[in-house]
């Protein structure tokens, strides 16, 4: 069975802390993927949510000094109960209190998959990048070389999304291909691609490589359907939730 038709059999609970911009976008993405989400961002009930839910998804997006806290206590209760947990360090290079933020969080959780572009990652290996605001920017550095380096570093999976995606445990290195260019003219594709790599993940910790790369090659392959039928970004976003629902499905139909 695929981790696809698995999860959406099994319906996980994926708690998401998360920036409000994407919040609305990411919660309906979710659930046309066939998951539950939970936005829960209160310190009060961090560590309880994140202690029943199949996955705890942390976006630094629209970041506060109380966020991070309840980060912390949510990403400690999640692998203290054997479930993973993905960092989105949105923006990471952008700021001096968001690379701190992200590597506060790195620090104090065993995160399973920091999942972000090559800006983001290039500010928390602090390797020299032309950082555009939350946007990949522009750099040279060798992106594979540093996600290696990444996941050896802090123990994790490293997923980077671009033009060609790259998945790796710091040994070894999947690529995935793909896309379309569209994804990245509306808001939250890659916040919610994050909680995507969550929900496979949960149907598929035996081999948590594999099960990103292939929450990846699915994402990519929603991008590539939803520009078939899309116009511009307003009709894109709308399509792209009706793809992700019905991808993979057993009737190998598209709604739209």
């Not at 696809?4 to 993405?29: D, S, Y």
């Amino acid at each position: 069975m695929q981790l696809i038709q698995q999860l959406r059999k099994e319906q996980p609970l994926i708690h998401c802390i998360t920036n409000f911009v994407v919040a609305n976008f990411q919660a309906n993405g979710l659930l046309a993927l066939g998951v539950s989400p939970v936005m829960a961002d209160a310190i009060e009930e961090a560590e309880d949510i994140a202690n029943v839910a199949a996955c705890s998804v942390l976006n630094i997006g629209t970041l506060k000094q109380q966020t991070v806290d309840a980060m912390i206590l949510a990403g400690k209760s999640a692998r203290a109960a054997g479930k993973p947990v993905v960092l989105d360090p949105v923006g990471a290079g952008a700021t001096p209190f968001r690379k701190a933020s992200a590597l506060h969080v790195l620090k104090e959780v065993d995160v399973t998959v920091i999942r972000c572009n090559a800006g983001e990652l290039a500010a928390i290996a602090n390797i020299p990048w032309h950082a555009k605001g939350v946007d990949a920017g522009e750099g040279n550095a060798d992106i594979e070389k540093i996600a290696k380096e990444v996941a050896l570093e802090h123990r994790c999976l490293v997923a980077v999304s671009g033009e060609v995606d790259i998945v790796t445990d710091g040994h070894s290195t999947l690529t995935i291909t793909g896309g379309h260019p569209m994804m990245t003219n509306i808001t939250g594709t890659g916040c919610l691609l994050s909680s995507v790599v969550g929900a496979f993940l949960t149907a598929g910790m035996e081999k948590p490589l594999e099960a990103t790369a292939e929450a990846l090659s699915f994402y990519k392959r929603v991008g590539e359907e939803t520009a078939k039928i899309s116009t511009g970004p307003g009709d894109f976003a709308m399509n792209f939730l009706n793809i992700l629902h019905t991808l993979d499905r057993e009737t190998k139909t598209f709604l739209v």
